[in-house]
């Protein structure tokens, strides 16, 4: 059985939601119980990654067996990388060594891609088994998880695919947990929905928070206001390097006293006090001297309160930041083969 503090750590840990809890008490008592994330191999990976890479290694650490879906023909249909197969495929390899460099347990968590089992005639069955038990209208709704309105699905019919065969790739792949940001979530109730229907188990859902992007646009819809690696501007990647990770955190919104839909608030809670023991804020004497938290809530308090400026919270953040993404940077620096294939790929959104 895994300690209590892995076990608090899997339900508190960069979680917005669990859904059950109670559900997922059960599923850590089983012997090998299992979990899977899907991913469209898409462009380079950003920072809000070490939050599902957080809870990969959480999970696993309470005994699950994880998968990591290179969703590469989901990828075809939501129009990445210009439907380039080729680009596509050559982006899921760079993106295994992402998850490596970010210290999954590579002995309990393999890779797969949708081309794997997508010839399998079982499969196609389960997908039309899932659509005769979901209404248009309920698929339609579920178009979010491309980024997408229901609309589009009017303009290409194979968007309507994509919420069933996700659907299908839960049941296919036989886990216990369906882990997702937040975006997921209809993805995965239409799951939990359809399952008995079919006579199946409905997943657990664990859903991540989804980290505002730098610049703070649209932030009256979370999903649109997201980091996302189209939005360079927006998005911290894994492996940029330390001055670039500074000039972006120094140019990032970040109101005074206000938390909501401030991103490097955001990476403060999601990211760094999930990785580092203190968040350590060097500043002048003159301003305070040199402060250290230890956790997110006395960070917030102090932000709020006004006595700790933006401009020192972004410098604790770029420093704690540059900290978490050394290892990354290495890892890279040591196996540059793959990021090298998705340098200079258009990504599109």
Not at 68 to 79: K, S
Not at 252 to 262: D, I, L, Q, R, S
Not at 307 to 335: C, M, T, W
Request: include cysteine.
């Amino acid at each position: 059985m895994p300690s209590e503090k892995d076990l608090e750590a899997l339900k508190t840990r960069a979680v917005a939601e669990i859904i059950t809890r109670e559900e997922l008490e059960q599923a850590v008592k089983k012997p090998d119980p299992t979990g899977y994330i899907g991913f469209e191999p898409s462009g380079k990976a950003h920072i809000a990654w070490l939050m599902m890479a957080d809870k990969i290694i959480d999970l696993t650490r309470c005994g699950f067996r994880m998968t990591i879906l290179m969703a590469d023909w989901h990828a075809f249909i939501n129009d990445k990388l210009g439907g380039d197969m080729v680009k596509i495929r050559k982006c899921g390899k760079y993106m295994e060594d992402c998850f490596t460099a970010m210290g999954i347990d590579t002995e309990r968590t393999k890779f797969i891609y949708f081309t794997d089992y997508m010839s399998d005639p079982k499969y196609w069955e389960l997908v039309l088994r899932v659509a005769k038990a979901s209404t248009l209208s309920r698929v339609k709704r579920a178009l979010t998880i491309l980024g997408r309105h229901e609309a589009d699905g009017d303009q290409d019919t194979s968007k309507l695919m994509y919420p069933l065969i996700q659907v299908a790739d839960i049941f296919h792949l036989k886990v216990d947990v369906a882990l997702g940001g937040l975006d997921q979530r209809h993805a995965h109730m239409l799951a939990r929905d359809v399952a008995p229907k079919l006579g199946l188990k409905p997943p657990i859902a664990i859903h991540t928070p989804l980290n505002a992007g730098l610049q703070g646009a649209g932030r009256m819809d979370p999903s649109e206001a997201k980091m996302s690696k189209s939005k360079p501007e927006s998005a911290i990647f894994l492996h940029d390097p330390a001055d670039e990770v500074n000039r972006k955190i120094k140019n990032a919104f970040c109101p005074e006293k206000v938390v909501e839909g401030n991103p490097v608030m955001d990476i403060a809670r999601n990211i760094l006090f999930s990785r580092l023991p203190v968040l350590s804020i060097k500043r002048p004497a003159k301003f305070g001297g040199d402060v250290q938290f230890d956790s997110y809530a006395d960070l917030e308090k102090a932000f709020v309160d006004g006595k700790l400026h933006p401009a020192d919270l972004k410098k604790g953040v770029s420093d704690g930041l540059n900290q978490v993404l050394g290892p990354i940077r290495e890892y890279f620096e040591k196996h540059p083969e793959n990021l090298k294939e998705v340098e200079g790929l258009k990504v599109t959104r």
